[in-house]
């Protein structure tokens, strides 16, 4: 590996006095020379209980013509899904095809060139149809998994409804998901119609994706376009499992944890608090990681700076991380990131999609759960007319267009149950349209003269105003002045972890000192930096 197997980017080169900032972190873009293993498996679990005849289309419980090929079911439309799924994977990619209802069972086993020629497979029987055990088919496929050998093992689960026979509760349906992706066996999860509990499907989902499709006419449609994606998803696995994990200075407080990419959600469960005593530690199960730039994952960290200012760079995190596990496993180069702590609320931020990718994840889980907790589909409708406006702020198109379809869907009568589950699976797909090369490379620092420059063509300040500060960028210097001797020490000599003269910092011993502003033993110094806020340019 390079010494680059890790992409660390902070949004800011300073940050203001107690003001949150983002660290975005990933593992850099893997290729074909860096795979530990070969090989592509899927089990694809198909929910065959009663529910699955009801029409595709149909907000109601009404039941599809078995006997007329133009009325699609629920069934018909999963079944499609797979077929789709199937067509997308390498002919000899292996391939389990199981049904569940109040039992789960193996109805094909073979490859996807065999499953192609075979066209179809048997259900459960009629007596045991009334049920839902999604219970019985985690483990029934997760064992068959267990079987085989490849690199990407997937489990894609499709099912229309609440388990009600086995294990019912989400925490432990959840619990064994997690188990099996600890031994690289991964779920992707398809919800259909409005009977599915999407945040149940979500939870199997840890290191997977996650999707629905709505009782809506192109039904078929979508499923073969979540099919489709999904199995890119595998294409070109280099290990199937890998992990990051980031140590963050005490004097940092750590917000909250996103996954950005290929699909945004919060990661509460990442992160143990260090409690401003010890480095906080943020852990990232990645799942199976693929060659290419597409589907890579990419993380945010929301961050919150010390309350004091920095006498030299401030140590953030250090990341370090796997590729694969057991034996084989390989040992990522560990990276370092830094910031300054500055008295400027103006400082500059040169990468502020970090903060935008936030915010749109935010937006997504806020207006999605007040949605759901609303008494009626009009306080729904404003809920995501709110939403859309919010979104524009951001702006995100995908999270706007996500909100704008299920105003549609209310519009249109669908079952709000069926509109919220679209739209938590819609909204929560990264909006990124940039590549991860172009999330992490070097930013040029614009100059104090450059800025000043730039400022009077556009007259925002007389020529005879010579300061550097009256906007955004006011404050700090990035060309000399300001930093060390005589800008920002303390009266005590302190900082974090000051001393040196390097202007950063060993990871040995990268917090010295306690931010507790009276004591003279390194650390945090006994007085603030002398600086001043920026003035604010007057209209």
Do not use: C
Not at 220 to 238: L, N, P, Q, T
């Amino acid at each position: 590996m390079t010494t680059e197997d890790i992409k660390l980017g902070v949004d800011r080169p300073q940050v203001h006095v107690g003001d949150e900032f983002f660290v975005s972190v990933a593992p850099r873009v893997l290729r074909r020379a860096d795979r530990i293993a070969d090989g592509i498996a899927y089990v694809l679990a198909v929910d065959d209980s009663w529910s699955m005849g009801i029409k595709a289309n149909s907000s109601t419980d009404e039941f599809a013509d078995p006997d007329d090929p133009r009325d699609a079911s629920r069934k018909d439309v999963a079944e499609s899904g797979v077929r789709e799924l199937v067509a997308a994977l390498p002919p000899h990619a292996g391939v389990d095809v199981l049904t569940f209802a109040q039992n789960a069972g193996l109805r094909f086993s073979g490859t996807a060139a065999e499953l192609r020629d075979k066209g179809s497979w048997h259900g459960n029987v009629e007596d045991e149809r009334r049920w839902t055990n999604i219970e019985g088919a985690l483990r029934e496929a997760y064992a068959q998994l267990g079987r085989r050998t490849a690199a990407a093992r997937r489990l894609v689960l499709l099912s229309d409804g609440l388990p009600n026979f086995g294990t019912t509760d989400p925490g432990q349906l959840a619990a064994i998901a997690r188990e099996a992706a600890g031994r690289e066996l991964h779920t992707d999860v398809i919800g259909i119609g409005e009977g599915a509990d999407y945040a149940l499907l979500e939870g199997l989902a840890s290191t997977g994706m996650t999707a629905h499709v709505s009782s809506r006419a192109t039904a078929a449609e979508k499923m073969r376009e979540i099919a489709s994606s999904f199995a890119a998803y595998s294409r070109d696995v280099v290990a199937g499992s890998a992990e990051l994990s980031l140590e963050i200075n005490p004097f940092i407080q750590v917000v909250a944890v996103y996954q950005i990419d290929p699909v945004r959600r919060r990661l509460d469960s990442a992160v143990s608090d260090g409690g401003g005593r010890r480095p906080s530690r943020v852990r990232l199960s990645l799942g199976a990681v693929g060659a290419g730039d597409e589907g890579q994952l990419r993380y945010v960290l929301k961050l919150r700076a010390p309350d004091r200012t920095s006498t030299t760079a401030l140590l953030v995190a250090k990341a370090t991380g796997r590729l694969g596990s057991g034996p084989e496993a390989r040992e990522l180069a560990p990276v370092t990131t830094d910031v300054w702590v500055v008295n400027d609320p103006y400082a500059q931020i040169l990468r502020p999609e970090y903060g935008r990718e936030v915010a749109a994840a935010e937006l997504e889980q806020e207006i999605n759960n007040r949605a759901a907790a609303a008494g009626s589909n009009t306080e729904r409708e404003r809920i995501y007319e709110e939403g859309v406006e919010r979104a524009r702020k951001i702006p995100d198109p995908l999270l706007i267009a996500a909100f704008q379809q299920a105003v549609g869907g209310l519009r249109e009568g669908m079952q709000s149950r069926d509109v919220l589950n679209e739209s938590r699976a819609s909204s929560s797909r990264s909006s990124s349209s940039r590549n991860k090369r172009d999330w992490f490379k070097d930013i040029e620092v614009e100059q104090p003269d450059k800025i000043r420059e730039h400022r009077k063509q556009r007259s925002l300040f007389d020529d005879d105003d010579g300061q550097y500060g009256d906007g955004q960028y006011g404050g700090g210097s990035y060309s000399g002045g300001g930093y060390g001797d005589d800008g920002y020490d303390s009266e005590d000599g302190g900082g974090y972890g000051s001393g040196g003269g390097s202007g950063r910092h060993s990871y040995g011993d990268p917090y010295r000192g306690a931010p507790d502003g009276g004591q003279d033993h390194g650390g945090h110094g006994g007085s603030d930096a002398p600086t001043q806020p920026p003035r604010r340019s007057r209209p």
